[in-house]
C-alpha cells in the first residue's frame, strides 16, 4: 500500500510533461488516477505505463470538460482529488504573439479550469464517501 492509497484522483493535461510525471507519482502512491489528454496515443501510452485511466478530452471544448468528470468518476468510482494541469502551447516568439491570442488562449484555459472544478467540486460534494 502506498501513501496515496484509497484516494481517485483525476488530472487534466496529463499526457505529456509535468502532467505525466504527476500521474505518475500518484500511481506510485496507489492512488487510484484517470487524467484527461487530446492526443490519443500519448495517453493510451501513458495509461498503459502507469496502470491509469485515459480519459480523451479537449478542455478548450465545454461540452467535453463535464463528459470528461463523468467518465472519470464513472471509472474510478467517485472522485477524491483534482490536479488542473492542462494547459495550451503557442509556440513563437514572444514577438509574434498577439494581445488577441494571449488573451484568447488565456480565456479558453480560464474557462475550462472553472468549468472541471466546478463539475469535479459537483461530484465530489455527491460522494457519499465524504459526508
Known amino acids: 500500500m502506498g501513501d496515496l492509497d484509497g484516494i481517485r484522483a483525476l488530472v487534466t493535461g ?14 506510485v502512491g496507489a492512488a ?23 480519459v480523451r478530452a479537449d478542455l478548450r471544448d465545454p461540452d467535453a470538460v463535464g463528459g470528461s468528470v463523468r467518465e472519470a468518476v464513472a471509472v474510478l468510482g467517485g472522485l477524491d482529488a483534482l490536479v488542473l494541469n492542462a494547459g495550451v502551447l503557442h509556440e513563437a516568439p514572444l514577438s509574434e504573439t498577439t494581445d488577441w491570442l494571449a488573451s484568447d488562449e488565456s480565456s479558453h484555459m480560464t474557462g475550462a479550469t472553472l468549468r472541471i472544478d466546478g463539475a469535479a467540486g459537483a461530484a465530489m460534494r455527491a460522494d457519499t464517501r465524504w459526508a
Do not use: H, M, P
Open 14 to 27: 496529463g499526457t505529456s510533461g509535468i502532467g505525466a510525471a504527476i500521474v505518475a507519482r500518484l500511481r
Open 32 to 54: 487510484a488516477v484517470a487524467f484527461t489528454g487530446r492526443d490519443a496515443q500519448r495517453g493510451e501510452e501513458v495509461a498503459r505505463r502507469t496502470g491509469s485511466s485515459f
